[in-house]
């Protein structure tokens, strides 16, 4: 565990409907579903009460790009919610590729036994857990943090 950062980290899936939230232990064992917030206006304020909840070092949102690595309109509402959500929090938010994360959430919950439509309330958090871990095992590995920081809108001179 050469060069991991000791604390909690909140992992968030931003989706158009849903918001998925995870969160790890301190040591970064294991991820483990929150819950899943609707997306709405007060999505940002939610999270902030959870993150009041846990404490955590950083938020981690997942960055969905395509295939070959290029933004989407979702890459830019990922990153303008991650922007928000460190304003509103004051926490710092990394940005991790999320490639193939929803994929990943259902095909878990398919090998458990469940169906696509009895999954779409937990899909999120699951992918939420699957990013989060993601973030937390490259860390491990590499000693440096997955990702990159969030852009902030600048404070006026």
Sequence with gaps: MTGFRRGVR?????GRARVGVSRCDPDGMLAVPVETVPRT????QRLAEIAKEYEPIEFVVGLP??????????????????????????I????????????SAHAALRSSGRTQRNSR???????????????IDT??????????VAPTPEEPA
């Design 121 to 135: 309330s937990i899909v999120d958090q699951v992918a939420a857990v699957v990013l989060l871990q993601h973030a």
């Design 92 to 103: 710092p938010v990394r940005l991790v590729d999320e490639r193939l994360s929803t994929v």
């Design 65 to 90: 790009v395509n295939m070959h690595g290029e933004d989407t309109p979702s890459t830019t509402d990922a990153r303008d919610f991650a922007s928000a959500l460190a304003v509103l929090t004051s």
């Design 10 to 14: 909140l992992g968030v899936d931003v």
């Design 41 to 44: 206006d007060a999505s940002l």
């Design 139 to 148: 860390e491990k590995s590499t000693g440096s943090p997955a990702g990159s």
